[in-house]
């Protein structure tokens, strides 16, 4: 014998806050894409994306995930960092952020290539709030230039940069 549930919506007695959910289940997951190219300075961090999010539980967690592709001037890199409501969350030192270097493939060599190198960056955030929280990525290049989205020699080739931002109870 199976048994089967069906049901509409699950409400608290008091109230559809009151619903405690199991830790580490996704409770909502929003998206926000870039489809234009970002140039970037050195030693000059600006945001050019960023994503809100409105938590349903105080105790939740903030899963940010965060893709692209980027290419830099030759000898260059690209450093990122996340801000929530204007300030840095990220564990940074000193003036870069976390350094994206030619082991993870977004540097260039001396040789002039200028491939678009994928990244992925992951942060877990606990914002202990449910008022809307808006995430951002700053970028900043190494030395000379670097472009989010695009490939160094060329401004028209342009690939989306993602920002997910998945609310986990806590």
Not at 40 to 47: G, M, R, T
Request: net charge neutral.
């Amino acid at each position: 014998m199976t048994s089967r549930l069906l049901v509409d919506k699950i409400e608290g007695k008091a109230s559809s806050g009151t619903v405690a959910m199991p830790p580490g289940t996704s409770i909502q997951v929003v998206q926000g894409i870039l489809q234009t190219q970002v140039v970037h300075a050195a030693s000059s961090y600006s945001n050019h994306h960023s994503q809100s999010i409105t938590p349903k539980f105080a105790s939740s967690k903030i899963l940010i995930m965060i893709t692209g592709a980027a290419t830099a001037d030759q000898n260059n890199g690209y450093y990122f960092k996340i801000y929530k409501g204007g300030s840095e969350i990220t564990d940074a030192t000193g003036t870069g952020g976390t350094y994206v270097n030619d082991a993870q493939g977004v540097t260039n060599n001396s040789s002039g290539d200028f491939d678009m190198k994928p990244f992925h960056i992951q942060y877990i955030d606990s914002p202990n709030t449910t008022s809307t929280v808006t995430y951002q990525l700053y970028g900043s290049a190494k030395n000379g230039t670097a472009r989010l989205g695009g490939r160094a020699d060329n401004a028209d080739i342009s690939i989306p940069t993602s920002i997910v931002l998945m609310e986990i109870a806590g």
